[in-house]
Structure formats: structure tokens, C-alpha cells
């Protein structure tokens, strides 16, 4: 029996949509460009790179992926849009990125192919975009070695997160394209840890991050109000 994709058609055709302006850092992918330099950071001070074989889960088009690559790690980057990892395949090419391939493949199926795999697996802003968010948790945690590092990444919901990233970001400052996000499929950090814990993780440190219109800076911090970060590990 074939397992149904977790996947959100309309989620993927919006992406794919937008695939060509991922590395535009002017464009609606902007916010992603400037978080990615603090993502990075976080990810190395816990589990630095170089040498590690990653995987990178809703990858998009390969803006953390290239990054990890060019820190020193073995990256895969994967994900179901195609458009976008096309682009992502094409940037690699043109910007020589060492070490590094994309595939368009599930993180289920993956974790079917390659269990216990990697040292690192990152899952940054995708939970919120799938219809089983538990599915994922569980195949990133199928897909890391014994004592390797999971990151997630995500948008808590609360009245809050609502008002910020969804009114503030996509309707009053157009940072992103209106619809990028539906506010039912947030994730609450108690749950993203409920996720974790039943998929064998531990999660050991968590960060919010916050953003200043004025000066367009954002910044990691312990307000996991709006957008926030678990790093998460498997026992060895």
C-alpha cells in the first residue's frame, strides 16, 4: 500500500510559484536571506559542520542548504517542490558550491532509504506547511545517527504570532506574499516538543526570534512568542 504524501498541493504550487525569486535577496524571500546568517550560527555553536553529513528537509531553494555546504558539511537537501529545487540545483552550479545535491523526495521516504544517516538534520520553516507536522518530526528523527543534532524551526500560534506574522509581515510591511502562511497550522512550542519527545528526541535548547521594523534587524533571543527554534537531539 502506498503511503499518502504529506504534502499541501496548494503549499507546493505556491512555492514552486515563487521559485525564481529565492535568491533574490530583495524579494519576498528577503526575511529568509537575513535570518539565515543566525540560523547558521545557532546550528554550528551546537554542532559545528565541518565534515558532518547533513540533511536539510524542506529545503526550498537551498538558502541554509548552501550555507552548511559552504561552512564545511555534506549537505542533501530535499524537498517537493520542483521548481524551487531547481533553482536551488542551478545556484549550486553557477555559485560552485561544494558538496551538495538536492532531491525531490519526502522526509518519510527518506527516512525509509536512509535511516540513522546523518549527523545533523535541519527541518527551518516547513513544519508549519504540512498537513502532518508529527510525520516529519518523526522521519528526522529516523534519519539522524545516534547522538546527532536535529534542528526545527517554526511559527508558534497565539494571538501574537497572528497579529506579527501573518497581518504585520504579509499585509502591513509586505515582507512576504500574502498567503504564505495559515495561521491554524501553527505550532505551539508545547506541541512541537510533544512531537519530538514521541519521535525519541530530546530537546535540549530553544530560541526565539524577533524582528525590528525600523531598523529591519532581526535577532535570536529567549521570546519564543512568534518564531521559534528547537535544537533536539537523539540519545546515542
Not at 523526495?105 to 504540512?130: N, Y
Amino acid at each position: 500500500m502506498t503511503t499518502p504524501l504529506n504534502a499541501d498541493p496548494a503549499e507546493l504550487a505556491k512555492f514552486s510559484e515563487l521559485a525564481h525569486r529565492w535568491w533574490d535577496p530583495e524579494s519576498e524571500f528577503r526575511p529568509l536571506h537575513q535570518i539565515n546568517p543566525l540560523r547558521l550560527d545557532w546550528i554550528q555553536s551546537l554542532s559545528p559542520l565541518t565534515g558532518q553529513k547533513v540533511i536539510d528537509i524542506g529545503c526550498g531553494g537551498g538558502i541554509l542548504a548552501d550555507a552548511m555546504a559552504r561552512a564545511g558539511a555534506n549537505v542533501t537537501g530535499i524537498d517537493l517542490a520542483g521548481k524551487a529545487l531547481k533553482v536551488a540545483q542551478l545556484h549550486a552550479l553557477e555559485a560552485e558550491t561544494p558538496n551538495i545535491s538536492y532531491r525531490e523526495i519526502s522526509a518519510e521516504a527518506m527516512a525509509q532509504e536512509a535511516p540513522s544517516s546523518f549527523d545533523t538534520v535541519t527541518c527551518m520553516e516547513m513544519l508549519e506547511h504540512v498537513p502532518d507536522p508529527s510525520s516529519v518530526v518523526r522521519a528526522c528523527a529516523q534519519l539522524v545517527k545516534p547522538g546527532g543534532w536535529v534542528f526545527f524551526s517554526t511559527l508558534n500560534r497565539n494571538l501574537k504570532s497572528f497579529m506579527l506574522a501573518i497581518v504585520g509581515a504579509e499585509y502591513v510591511l509586505n515582507m512576504l506574499p500574502k498567503g504564505t502562511h495559515e495561521y491554524a497550522k501553527f505550532i505551539r512550542p508545547s506541541e512541537l516538543a510533544s512531537h519530538c519527545r514521541q519521535a525519541g528526541l530530546d530537546v535540549l535548547h530553544s530560541r526565539g526570534m524577533s524582528y525590528n521594523p525600523i531598523t529591519r534587524r532581526y535577532w535570536l533571543n529567549e521570546d519564543t512568542s512568534v518564531n521559534y527554534l528547537f535544537a533536539t537531539r537523539r540519545p546515542a
